[in-house]
C-alpha cells in the first residue's frame, strides 16, 4: 500500500533524529498487542457475566474458542477490574510513548535542520527568500512531528486491531472472515478519497512555504509600508497569499475528517452484513455471541482509527518529506573546508580571478593583486561594478569561478576554515544587532570574550565612552527594531563586535554611508587608530571614507582597474579623478 510504503520511508528519513526509537516503538508495539488481548478478554467477560445474569446463574462459562472456563460471578467481577485496570494503565502507555517520540522527533528534526542550515554554504542561503528557512522550522517540522504521532498511533492501532482479528477468530472463524474481507473492501474503497487527500496536503505544505516567505516580506518592510501606507495593491497581493492557501487547507482538512467519517457509516452497514453472516453460520452460545458482536464493534472502532491515522499520515507526510529533502539539500550543499592549519595571517593575494554568480554572466574577471599585513587597502568603483562580490570572495562565503585566493600564498580552499574565521572580522553594510545587552551585541556568541576584551574593543570603535554615560551602560537593552541606538552607535557597536577578537584582517563595506558627518569622523577615527594593526579593507563610494587607506584598488566592470596610492591614482585614474572632482564640489552635510 502506497501510505505504508511513504510511512516506512519517512521514517526511514526521520527515525535518525530522535534518540530511543527503535526501542520506543518495539515497546509500543508489545504494549498494544498485550492491550489489545486484555482488551478482548475483557469483551468476552463482560458478554459471558452478562449472558450469566440474564440466565440468573451463579457460574458462569466463558467461551475462548477451544477453551472453556467456568467460575463464580464474584472472580469473574475481580477479573474483570482487574483486565480493565490494566488496559487503562496500557492506554496511558500508548498514549505517552508516541507524544515522546514526537516530542524528540521535534528537538532532533529542529537540530538537524539548524546544523545543516548552518553548515551549508553561502550561495545555497543567498538564493533562499526570506521566510524558507523559518517555515521548515516552525510549521513543517510541527506538521511533521504530527506525522509521527500519527505514524506511532497507526501501528498502535493495527496492532490491537490485529489481536482483535485473532480474538475474532478464536471465537469464531465466519466472524474474523468477515471482518477481514469487510476492512480489506473498505479501505479499497476509501483509497481514491485518500489519494485526493495526500495531493491537496502537498498543494497546502508548498502553499504554507509561499505564505511564510510573503509573511516575512511583510514583516522587513514594516517601517517602509507604514510610511508608504498599505497600498490597495500591496493588500490584495498578501490577501491572494491568505487565499491561496484557504483552498488547499480547507480540501485537506475536509478530507482528513471526511475519510474517516466515511468509514464509520459504511462500517456500521458491513457490521449489519458481519451479523448476518453470524446470524447464518451461527456463533454457538448467546455468551459467545455477545462476545463476538462486542469484538466486532471494537474492531470497527479501530479499523476507523487506522483510517485516521492514515489520513493524518496522508495529509502530514509531505510536510515530513519537505523537511527530509531540505535536511538532504542543505547536507549536500555543505561548505567545503581544508585542512591547513593557520597561525597568522601575513598577506592576502588574488590570482585571475574570475567569478559569476549565474554560469554565463561573469561579475569579477581576471582579478590579481597582492596585499600586505597591516596594510590599508580601500575597495572603489561604480555601483555595480564587483565590489562586494570581490567582498564575499575575501570572505570565503564564495568561491571563485577560476583563479585563487591566496591566504600567505596558500589556496584559501586548503586552509581550515574555522581558523580563517576566528583571524578575519567584517561590519556589512547594514549591520544587524540581536535582541539583547550592548555587551551580548559585541561578544556574539562568544562567551570566551572576557569583559575586559569586550570594554577594550568598545574603547578601540570609539563607543566606549557613549555606553558608560547610558544609565545601564553595558547592560542598556538594544534590539533590531526597538533600536536605543543611533545609526552611526550601531556601526561602532559591530565595528567594536568586529574587534573583540582581535582580528589580522578586518573587511568594511561602506561603513560609513549612512552616518552623519560627526559620526563619520568618530568611525574614521576608529579605523585610523587601527591601521597598521589589521590588514584593512574598505568598501567604500566617497573618497573621503579612503582617504585613510594606503592604496586603493579601482573596480570597473568586473576588472581591478587599478591598485595605487591615492595621490598617484589621482593622476593616473580617470574614475578616481572624476569621483573626486565631485566630492569636491558637493558641499559637506
Ligand atoms: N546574489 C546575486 N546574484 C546574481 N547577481 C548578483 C548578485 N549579487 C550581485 N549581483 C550582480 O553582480 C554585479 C556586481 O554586484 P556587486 O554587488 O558586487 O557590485 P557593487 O560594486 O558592490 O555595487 P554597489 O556599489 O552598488 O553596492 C551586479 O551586476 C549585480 O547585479
Redesign the pocket.
Known sequence: MVVVRDARRAWGRVSPFFAGSRWQIALLACVSVVAGFAEAALLALVAAIAGALSQGSDSVAVDLGPVDVSAGLGVLFGLGFTLAIVRGVLQLVLAYLPAKMSANAMAGLRRRLFDVYTAASWPVK??ERDGHFQSLMNAHVTSACQAIVALATGISVSLMFATMLVSAFVLSVPTAVVLVVTSGLLFLMLRPLAKRLRRSAKALSEENIEYSKGMQEVVLLAEETQVFGATDWYRERFYRLIDEVRLPLLRTRFMAKAVPALYQSVALVMLMVALVVVSFAGAGRIAALGAVVLILVRSLTYGQQIQGSISAMDELLPFLHRVGDAITHYGANAQQDGSQPLPAIAGLAMKDVSFG??PG?T?LEAVTFEVAMGEAIGIV????????????LLLRLRDPEQGALLINGVDAREVRRSEWRRRVAYVP?TPQLLWGTVADNIRFYRPHLSDRQVQDAARRAHIHDEIMSWPAGYDTVVGQRASAVSGGQRQRLCLARALAEGPDVLILD?PTSALDVRSEAAVQKSLESLKGEVLLFL?A?RLTTVSICDRVMV?VD?RLQALDRPAQLLIDNDFYREVNEITRRQPRS
Open positions: 543567498a538564493v554568480y549565474v554572466a561579475v568603483g561604480p555601483s555595480g561594478a564587483g565590489k562586494s562580490s570581490l567582498v564575499q553594510q561602506e568598501v563610494h573596480i568586473g
